[in-house]
């Protein structure tokens, strides 16, 4: 191991190394999603209600901010430096050559947007409207991290147009046997034309990055980070879980905790012709409990599944951050040995992620490994 003075500023390889440094998401400025060609957000239990707009009211931000700052205190106790993102009024109108849109979002989910893959920040392209321009909370931090150390790069994913035609509209509206149909030939809410991805769609792994092929990641998204993360030594496995009819974002799926080892979502298992690579390499696939929250009793907002349950936060390969109520997942873990720390975090949860998604590593110890020789 090489002496941690000697870490780049920017240096993640997988999900589990000895974390460093990490950004921890800001409620600050959020405001309500807003209906979209690829966002139909619905109240819970209450379909067809119109979903509110605008910003989040003052009370929703501070609960959930309280949360982010005891997760970021938390980190700070474990001897991980935290950074959070700057905060915006996300309440703004946005307006580019091919679309408008009536408010944005917010910068609680770093995960969905950033993603360091060794020495190298990534944004991706994302694939709503209204998250077009989610890379700028983050933007001062990257320059810092870029002028702080010449090992470090930054790559910018090219801009798909978000135009109408990106989108297939119907894909809402599709009964339930068209959706099995469409789901198992990977057809979801947008077009195949464009490189569209979120960051969040994708699971490091060392030299080997999963990719899961959803409603916020298409083909062209797949080929263009096989074209640009191939060359430098990495391989890139598309993944799916036919399961899940409306995927998005891989980490409330299939959470790689430590070599070896991942936890898998019961209701989505992996398709049957990708599991040989984890089971010739010796890896144990360990299903995740129930979760203690039903998807009836999640937060009316919330527009993710109960799985955030799943969404953990590893500290190291045996130290893991779990939601302070998931008690059954927190005992699972501990029997396979890991130390468990927990946090209440259920009031982040409407801006639709837990403890996985609203962070960001930058640092993380060890090199490149080949898990899958
Ligand atoms: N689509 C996932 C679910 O509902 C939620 C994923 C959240 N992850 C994230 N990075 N925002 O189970």
């Known amino acids: 191991m090489r002496d941690i003075a000697d870490l780049p500023a920017v240096n993640a390889w997988n999900e589990w190394d000895p974390l460093r440094e990490m950004v921890v998401g800001s409620a ?3 405001a309500f999603e807003p209906a979209e060609p690829g966002n139909r957000p619905q109240i819970r239990g209450r379909a067809g209600e119109p979903f509110p707009a605008g910003p989040k009211p003052a009370e929703a931000v501070a609960r959930a901010e309280e949360e982010l700052d005891g997760l970021a205190a938390l980190l700070e106790s474990q001897g991980v430096t935290v950074r959070r993102p700057e905060a915006l009024d996300f ?5 580019t050559p091919h679309f408008e849109v009536e408010n944005q ?3 609680v989910c770093p ?6 893959l060794g020495n190298e920040i990534i944004e991706a392209t994302m694939s709503r409207r209204a998250r077009y321009f989610e890379y700028e909370p983050y933007r001062k931090l990257v320059y810092e991290y870029w002028e702080a150390d010449s090992r470090v790069s930054w790559t910018v994913a090219p801009k798909p147009t978000m135009a109408d035609g990106m989108y297939r509209r119907d894909f809402w509206e599709w009964p339930l046997q068209e959706r099995h149909a469409r789901m198992h030939a990977s057809e979801f809410c947008i077009t195949q034309n464009e490189i569209v991805f979120d960051a969040a769609d994708m699971s490091r ?3 080997d990055i999963l990719v899961q092929e959803s409603m916020t990641t298409n083909r062209a998204g797949i080929r263009w980070l096989k074209r640009t993360l191939e060359p430098k030594g990495f391989r890139v496995h598309p993944v799916h879980f036919p399961l899940d009819y409306f995927p998005s974002h891989i980490d409330c799926t299939f959470v790689p905790l430590r070599p070896g080892l991942i936890l898998t979502n019961p209701d989505r298992p992996l398709r049957d012709d990708e599991l040989p690579m984890f089971v010739n390499d010796g890896w144990k696939l360990i299903e995740a409990p129930e979760p203690v929250l039903s998807n009836d009793e999640m937060p009316d907002y919330c527009q993710s599944s109960k799985w955030l349950s799943m969404n953990v ?3 190291s390969p045996d130290k893991v951050i779990c939601e302070e109520q998931e008690k059954p997942l927190q005992d699972l873990l501990s029997s396979l040995g890991f130390e468990v720390l927990t946090v209440p975090f259920r009031n982040v949860f409407e801006y639709g992620g837990s403890l996985h998604c609203a962070t960001w590593d930058i640092r993380r110890d060890g090199v490149r490994e080949d898990y899958f020789p």
């Open 28 to 30: 600050a400025g959020a």
């Open 91 to 95: 309440s703004r109108p946005l307006r």
């Open 105 to 107: 979002y917010c910068a």
């Open 111 to 116: 995960r969905d947007v950033m993603i360091t």
């Open 205 to 207: 792994m060392g030299r």
């Open 313 to 315: 936060l590893s500290l």
